[in-house]
């Protein structure tokens, strides 16, 4: 990461330059890479991920009190953009070619190509600024989560209903289906019992390992709406060149996206018989 937070703070603050080399001195910056790298990791494999460089704050203390905000946001948002994708993508697939699958296939790859910064600042003019409906950031009320879950699980919405209508149409023309409607199955229960079981499970494995993504990537939403979680910290840590809460939250993303992985292979296991089996 390029530039120099000690000499950052000695902007803001005013530092002599022998207050400058001590406070450099006592984070370690004074060291060669090499050692800051290794001092690094020697640390991080003991939970101690170093104290902010502006508020002195210890990292994990810091990354812990913003963490469960954003897990609440992008719990919520995912959530949403699951049933209401997967619900789409079963109603388009299974009637393709009809009036609601060209619509909602058309608004779903509108959805999922919005950059969704630019859709949180409609949001947040409409509805916050124009209307009054909600507030326009923060976590003072619940009525705050509604915009950033709603400018988060729009995008997703669109990439869930695009992936289960594709599953749906390939379902449908399994031979177990045709086998199911000549036992005299009613088109509802076929539906409902023999294709979507085996269409969704593409589905569930792709919402299982955005999570982590998302989790990682909140930065742009929880920025446009004063979030107070961990992606507003990896802005305002950019801004003031904060490296160790940089690199805390870089190390969350990361082992969030892996253990997003490990669980979706677990998962994908335990529902899919034929997986469990080999």
Do not use: C
């Amino acid at each position: 990461m390029p530039g120099d937070p000690i000499a950052l703070l000695a902007r803001s603050q005013r530092l002599s330059p022998e207050a400058l080399e001590e406070q450099r001195r006592a984070f370690g910056l004074d060291e060669p890479l090499f050692v800051q790298f290794v001092v690094y990791l020697r640390e991080t494999l003991t939970g101690q991920l170093g104290v902010s460089l502006v508020s002195g704050v210890d990292v994990v203390d810091l990354i812990v009190s913003r963490l469960w905000p954003t897990i609440l946001l992008v719990g919520v948002g995912t959530l949403l953009a699951a049933v209401i994708g997967v619900l789409i993508g079963i109603r388009g697939g299974w009637r393709r070619g009809s009036a609601f699958d060209s619509s909602s296939l058309y608004s779903s790859l509108v959805l999922y190509s919005t950059p969704e910064g630019w859709l949180g600042m409609l949001l947040l003019l409409l509805f916050a600024g124009w209307l009054g409906w909600f507030p326009a950031g923060g976590f003072s009320s619940a009525a705050g989560l509604a915009l950033p879950v709603l400018a988060l699980s729009l995008g997703y919405v669109g990439q869930y209903a695009i992936v289960m209508r594709s599953s749906m149409i390939e379902v449908k023309a399994q031979p177990y289906i045709t086998l199911a409607r000549a036992k005299g199955l009613s088109d509802p229960d076929v539906r409902r019992r023999h294709a979507v079981p085996n269409a969704v499970l593409p589905t569930f494995t792709l919402v299982v390992l955005s999570v982590g993504f998302i989790l990682g990537g909140a930065i742009v939403i929880e920025t446009v709406f004063s979030w107070p979680g961990i992606g507003l910290l990896t802005y305002e840590a950019i801004n003031t060149l904060d490296y160790p809460v940089l690199q805390g939250v870089f190390l969350v993303s990361s082992a969030a996206v892996i253990l997003a992985a490990f669980i979706a292979d677990i998962a994908y296991g335990v529902i899919d018989p034929q997986v469990r089996q080999s």
